[in-house]
């Protein structure tokens, strides 16, 4: 009785611990060239919530260096691109996106350039017009 008790704890103890072997030579391995062109391609879709204006691959600030920390883990980890990208969604808000996604939130938004170039034609046409009537 104690010697099937011993072999079937030390069953248990050699199962467990060849687990984080087997789990880890499951876990997909990635080679760090594929890492760096994977988080660099992630990197330039992200705006660095400091700077406003610069992907964090462009950013030298503190917070873009920890984003782009953050894009390389999850990458290892084996998250796609776009599951990084809705990460750092989720996390920081569509700000972050370089690319504002398109939704009743940002219609707006695109239109903006739209209704801009509108009003810039509009206020040439009158001006062409009023230049028109002083000639003649």
Do not use: H
Not at 66 to 93: C, E, F, H, P, W
Not at 101 to 130: E, H
């Amino acid at each position: 009785m104690i010697r099937q008790t011993l072999i079937m704890l030390s069953v248990l103890f050699a199962a467990f611990a060849l687990t984080p072997v087997i789990s880890a030579q499951d876990a997909p391995q990635i080679s760090e060239e594929v890492v760096e062109q994977r988080a660099r391609e992630v990197g330039r879709q992200l705006r660095c919530v400091v700077c406003r204006n610069l992907s964090i691959e462009e950013s030298d600030v503190a917070m873009a260096e920890d984003m782009r920390t953050i894009v390389r883990a999850k990458i290892r980890d084996g998250a796609s691109n776009q599951q990084v990208l809705d990460y750092m969604q989720s996390r920081y808000g569509d700000f972050v996106l370089l690319t504002p996604p398109f939704k009743p939130q940002t219609y707006f938004l695109w239109a903006l350039p739209f209704l801009l170039l509108f009003l810039a034609f509009i206020w040439f046409w009158r001006a062409a017009k009023r230049q028109s009537g002083k000639q003649a």
